[in-house]
């Protein structure tokens, strides 16, 4: 029921978070095409982030960190490829969007007393 919850909340956190940003849209603002795209996201989060995390280690470590939003950016960018309707204009977009959507949903989720893990 919590992972119900949590994809519920992602999916308007990515709705707010694309009404917000210029350069990523959402056909129609259709919340759909933003489930399809919490649900995409999920799965590459669970699946692909770590193997990219990994194998970036080196600079991960060079950067102090700031690689991760690299990582990020190039998820969302996966996204707009695997999900009809969801565009992003370029890497900066997706960066950003990436960077508000976990502030947005970190907000929804303290706000709905929904937990991590």
Same mark, same amino acid.
Request: charged share 0%; aromatic share 22%.
């Given at each position: 029921m919590n992972f119900i919850i949590k994809l519920i909340? *992602?999916?308007v956190a990515v709705l707010i978070t694309a009404w917000l940003l210029p350069g990523v849209s959402i056909d129609g603002n *259709? +919340? +759909?095409t933003? +489930? $399809?795209l919490a649900i995409v996201l999920a799965f590459l989060n669970a699946v692909l982030k770590p193997i990219l995390v +990994?194998? %970036?280690i080196p !600079? %991960? $470590?060079l950067t102090l960190g700031f690689f991760y939003l690299v990582i990020n950016a190039l998820i969302i960018i996966l996204a707009k490829y695997m999900v009809e309707g969801f565009h992003v204009n370029g890497f900066f977009p997706a960066l950003l969007f *990436? $960077? !508000?959507l976990s502030f947005i949903s970190s907000i929804l989720d303290a706000l709905a007393g929904v937990k991590k893990g």
């Open positions: 909340l *992602s999916t *259709s +919340f +759909f933003a +489930f $399809i +990994f194998l %970036t !600079v %991960t $470590i *990436s $960077i !508000v």
